[in-house]
């Protein structure tokens, strides 16, 4: 199982996606088409984890090296998150919004194939790599989802059919995130102790990890101090979001982090 194969099983997974999307957008009153629209949606990410195992065997290392196989993740880990909150809160509009980010980053991979190589540089070859960027995805993908109820309730508040259930999940959605986000700087500090002796050295990829971490605290306060300023509230999140993607991918192409020990490839 190599990266030539990724295509038979991201096009599949995208069919499937797309179909339980227009179930939902056109069909979604008809109890036997929304059920069905949740398996093939299951389906769909099965068939993304059955490849990210596959691709794991054939590469002897977890595939979590680049930007193109945490994409993988990204597209894996995001059709979930909308699975758990339709189940909770039964947004249907929310799952297709989360297989459909989840289709762009197969596109994405799909358009600019990667190739990888079986071997990792000595600083990745620790037990923390695997805890420390899991957790970072998995917090990636919720921090997706709450900027994009963030918008939806933005367009909701516009049209004044603003109600507390959107500000509910959002919450939900960022209580989790960040929980995983604040794990995975912890996994991090430890991994960067046993690898370069250090735990924290502000480096280019630290100090924007630190400062998305405090504009997701700033929100929690906001939230608090003031829980009627909802309209603050959703674009902190949005910019929180975007800060949170300069974090992950943008800062590997600043001057200042060429020297980074964190810019491992550029897939």
């Not at 008809?30 to 993304?48: D, M, N, R």
């Not at 909701?156 to 960022?174: A, E, G, P």
């Not at 996994?187 to 630190?210: Q, R, S, V």
Request: charged share 10%; hydrophobic share 55%.
């Amino acid at each position: 199982m190599i990266w030539i194969n990724f295509p038979a099983f991201a096009i599949t997974a995208i069919i499937l996606w797309i179909a339980s999307i227009i179930l939902n957008t056109f069909f979604s009153k008809k109890k036997t088409l929304e059920y069905f629209s949740l398996i093939i949606s299951f389906i769909g990410i099965i068939v993304i984890f059955s490849f990210i195992v596959l691709l794991w065997k054939a590469l002897e290392r977890p595939p979590l090296r680049t930007l193109g196989e945490t994409r993988l993740w990204y597209a894996f880990f995001l059709p979930i998150v909308g699975i758990i909150s339709y189940f909770r809160l039964k947004y249907k509009w929310f799952l297709s919004f989360t297989m459909l980010v989840a289709i762009v980053f197969l596109c994405v991979d799909l358009l600019h194939p990667e190739y990888y190589s079986k071997s990792l540089m000595p600083a990745l070859q620790s037990p923390w790599f695997v805890p420390h960027v899991t957790v970072y995805i998995l917090s990636y993908a919720l921090m997706a989802a709450a900027a994009l109820v963030a918008i939806k309730g933005l367009y909701y508040m516009r049209i004044k059919q603003f109600d507390n259930q959107t500000l509910s999940l959002i919450d939900s959605l960022v209580y989790i995130g960040f929980a995983f986000f604040t794990i995975g700087l912890l996994f991090g500090a430890l991994w960067a102790k046993e690898a370069w002796g250090h735990y924290w050295t502000w480096d280019p990829k630290e100090t924007w990890a630190f400062i998305t971490w405090m504009l997701y605290i700033l929100y929690f306060h906001l939230r608090y101090a003031n829980p009627k300023n909802h309209k603050i509230a959703m674009w902190l999140l949005i910019f929180g979001f975007i800060t949170l993607l300069i974090c992950w991918f943008g800062v590997n192409y600043l001057p200042s982090a060429q020297n980074s020990v964190h810019v491992y490839s550029r897939g």
